[in-house]
Nanobody, 126 residues
Framework: QVQLVESGGGMVQAGGSLSLSCAAS????????MGWFRQAPGKEREFVAF????????YYADSVKGRFTISRDSAKKTVYLQMNSLKPKDTAVYYC???????????????????WGQGTQVTVSS
């Protein structure tokens, strides 16, 4: 089993920055890829960013491209999401997710991921 714990959420004004962390523990050797998703009140969970455990491949939702950066520290078994130029529409609960699938076809779909963190709230005020 894999456990994921997010941290770093909070409240920031529009235009500001926040950095999220996701620490993995347990059977981390089974993780091949990880992602960040977010869910705003009354909306479906949506894809934000993806990174392979090697760090060689990254993908972003169009809505965050150029503003958010996903990275990982394999030694610390931690994945990060640096969020810059935040907008009120970025307000959501942000979730870290992991999959053992080495070649995820649907990396933008929540169902692709077997493991999830508890989420961390990000609030951007105008």
């Amino acid at each position: 089993q894999v456990q994921l714990v997010e941290s770093g959420g909070g409240m920031v004004q529009a235009g500001g920055s926040l950095s999220l962390s996701c620490a993995a523990s347990g059977r981390t050797f089974s993780i091949n890829n990880m992602g960040w998703f977010r869910q705003a009140p009354g909306k479906e969970r949506e894809f934000v960013a993806f990174i392979s455990w090697s760090g060689l491949s990254t993908y972003y939702a169009d809505s965050v491209k150029g503003r958010f950066t996903i990275s990982r520290d394999s030694a610390k078994k931690t994945v990060y999401l640096q969020m810059n130029s935040l907008k009120p529409k970025d307000t959501a609960v942000y979730y870290c997710a992991a999959t053992a699938d080495p070649y995820p076809v649907n990396r933008r779909v929540p169902g692709q991921y077997e493991y999830w963190g508890q989420g961390t709230q990000v609030t951007v005020s105008s």
